[in-house]
């Protein structure tokens, strides 16, 4: 199993920043990619951007050159820059792990933390 905890969303103005955080805790080791996806009211749910622990990234292109994922290995923590903000933007950020377990692949996923920008 693996529990994924969010934290740093919130309401913030168009052109502004945010940087959330996700920390991944139990078994650490099975995890073999990391992300974070998005859902908007009556929206499907999307893929922000992901990082293999290779730290080989991937990025919608709705946020490229704005928006920048990265990991620290020893804090077990993913992180999402998010720069220049938009209102299109607003959404339920979610932290996603992908695991193995055996020889299946586990979706793993966080409570979600709210990002609303105003314009």
């Known amino acids: 199993q693996v529990q994924l905890v969010e934290s740093g969303g919130g309401l913030v103005q168009t052109g502004e920043s945010l940087r959330l955080s996700c920390v991944a805790s139990?078994?650490?080791?099975?995890?073999?990619?990391l992300g974070w996806y998005r859902q908007a009211p009556g929206k499907q749910r999307e893929l922000v951007a992901g990082?293999?622990?290779?730290?080989?990234?991937d990025y919608a292109d709705s946020v490229k050159g704005r928006f920048t994922i990265s990991r620290d290995s020893a804090k077990n923590t993913v992180y999402l820059q998010m720069n220049a903000l938009k209102p299109e933007d607003t959404a339920v950020y979610y932290c996603?792990?992908?695991?193995?377990?055996?020889?299946?692949?586990?979706?793993?996923w966080g409570q979600g933390t709210q990002v609303t920008v105003s314009t």
């Open positions: 139990g078994s650490i080791y099975s995890i073999i990619g």
């Open positions: 996603h792990a992908k695991a193995t377990r055996g020889e299946q692949l586990i979706d793993y």
């Open positions: 990082i293999t622990t290779r730290g080989i990234t």
